[in-house]
């Protein structure tokens, strides 16, 4: 046989067919262009020049990686839609007299020519689109770039090698299943029937118990660092769930709206229902996985709008004044002493000489330690919760402050007695008991629980919940506990100097002023024995900040992208679905206007089915997000987003947008169904 002929073949079938090839084919050439473009900016060598870039250059780095796993897993999952509707004309081939070897070479031609299509489409686009790219996430760090285009060879043939593999996978795969099966088994897997499917009321029970497992979990969550641990064993449950109650638990609906006459003999919901409780058995699992990529889009894309849309009260949560300093010092008396008015000095200068004053002055001492709370008790010696999991959950940082400064800096008035104290916790940890003690020592009564204090920044980049204790007598409580070491000659319990202050000047002359400030204190740690116990570490808001948005910005970009990934994922395999049971219902339906029934009462029928079941994905994936909120907000913490409304407000838009998204989709692909069935168009749908 002809060489020739193979390819001709091969050529043949994918323009026959090309309502289903030409989709798959874009989504490929699309997934390599992602793939590309995600390689070429974790590498790009300019990019890594722009302030923050390092930063996305990481995140982007982890995303290669997903994009690896995902874009093998989604194009062997599609392509199982088209061998579905190609083995008919398959089984034809093997009846004319083509041998099972001969269809190896068609399937290998066919092949070849969409990997060859699909990867030169995809890095010829992966290369054009590229530098727009690159300028629009440089847009979203805030930097400059150069307007010079370039090529990654090396992320050219990364992304072609990559491809490669999963095409010659997804051949050899399909290989086996034509091995597999006899020619009149081919011919006939259109048209093989399946037995009337039971409701399999275990499967369902266990499916909403598993969900609902999942959604307690998810309430239930108290602190960061529990939510962070919980949360991939709650999406591990809800993605078994999901795929148990649309295999089951969809099918057990049509059955509970079947033994429902008043709704189920109606001529419109008669032929949908019977329709889909024969379907669900087997395309439960394609609803299911529509359900959870909606749900990775919703949840993906909400969390980094949240983040990105709020950086820059995540930015100030960090930095609570433009410049802060941070003084660690050896003893209690360090902590107001003329090495602090030394400092302030320092920065009065500096300040004046570029023309600025210091305003808005945050100042305070405190003793600070992590440890773990065992009913009233800090333990605050590391080995207790160093290599041990199931403490995690009870680790604390403390943060010992005076009632002076409380009080100064709250503008407040509050009085204690000996051996009370004031508490506040942060990250929404509460702290029930009402007494305390440090170590063996003394037990302090909780007089009162207050709502805020003037943090210094150090809370927003902890995964813990903060405790913070105001004394009457600092000095009385912390000394006993300001010498105590590790075993490894490491003290426990650090003392620190907070000042921060805000500056009304450009960004630029608050670097250049915290970069003096910076070079003054240094020379005194050097020079003037009376610094020798007084580190200084010095921030500023201005010099951060573009690290800081780098990874907000990389978090955004990488969600984006990702996220349009997903819904192409989705949207392919919403539309294989509704052509393939398009072509399946196509039959039913000559029958039933055989037998009488009107196009409109089709239209009705066809309207009650694909919205009952094109929506529930939907519905089901905007479920999952409103009780995930809770676990997704106790994570966003980490990074210092705490504006509920805010949050709320973010995600109930980024819900609402890819609705009306989803809506466009439905209304395509329903003409495209409705084409099928009934053999007409239809501009009303």
Known sequence: MKKGLYRKLALSGIRKNSRLYLPYILTCAGTVMMCYIISFLSQSPEFGKIPGGNT???????????MAVFSFIFLFYTNSFLI????????????????????????????????????AGGLL??????????????RILGGSAKFTFTVSYTSVVMTAVQFAGIFLVI????????RLTNPIGLLKSESTGEKPPKANWFAAAAGILILGAAYYTALSVEDPVTAITVFFFAVVMVIIATYLLFISGSVTLCRLLQKNKRYYYKT???????SMAYRMKRNGAGLASICILCTMVLVMISSTVCLYAGKEDSLRQRYPRNINLDAVVSGTALLDGPQTERVKQIIEETASENGASPENILEYGCA?????????????????????????????????????DYNRLMGQNETLSSGETLIYTTKEVPYDNNTIRIGDGETLTVKKRVNDFADNGVDSMQIFPTLYLFVPDFDAVVNPIAGVRSDD?????????????????????????QNRITEKTAELEKNDEEFS????????????????????????????????????????????????????DRSRFEIMRKVGMTKREIQKSINSQVLTVFFMPLIASGIHLAFAFPIIRKMLMIFGLINLPFLIMTTVACFLVFAAFYLVVYRATSRSYYRLVSGMRNDNL
Do not use: P
């Open 56 to 66: 996305v250059q990481g995140f982007l780095s982890v995303g290669i990686g997903v």
């Open 84 to 119: 579905r509707r190609r083995k008919k004309e398959f089984g034809l081939y093997n009846i004319l007299g083509l041998g099972k070897r001969n269809l190896a070479a068609v399937l290998a031609a066919e092949t070849l020519t969409v990997a060859l299509v699909s990867v």
């Open 125 to 138: 686009s992966g290369i054009l689109f590229s530098k727009l790219s690159e300028l629009c996430l440089v």
């Open 171 to 178: 051949y050899l795969y399909t290989l086996l299943q034509i």
């Open 268 to 274: 419109n919901h008669f032929v949908s229902v019977s």
């Open 368 to 404: 600070a330690f992590g440890g773990v709370i065992e009913g009233e008790k800090i333990i605050y010696d590391s080995s207790v919760y160093e290599n041990r999991l199931d403490k995690m959950d009870e680790v604390w940082q403390i943060f010992i402050v005076s009632l002076d």
């Open 489 to 513: 000659d490491i003290g426990l319990v650090s003392l620190h100097w907070y000042y921060g202050f805000d500056l009304d000047c450009a960004d630029d002359t608050q670097i250049e002023i």
């Open 533 to 584: 116990y007084f580190h200084m570490i010095t921030e500023g808001v201005a010099k951060e900040r573009a690290d800081f948005y780098g990874l907000y910005g990389g978090l955004f970009f990488l969600g984006i992208l990702l996220g349009l990934v997903f819904i192409s994922a989705a949207v392919l395999i919403i539309y294989y679905k509704q052509i393939s049971e398009g072509y399946e």
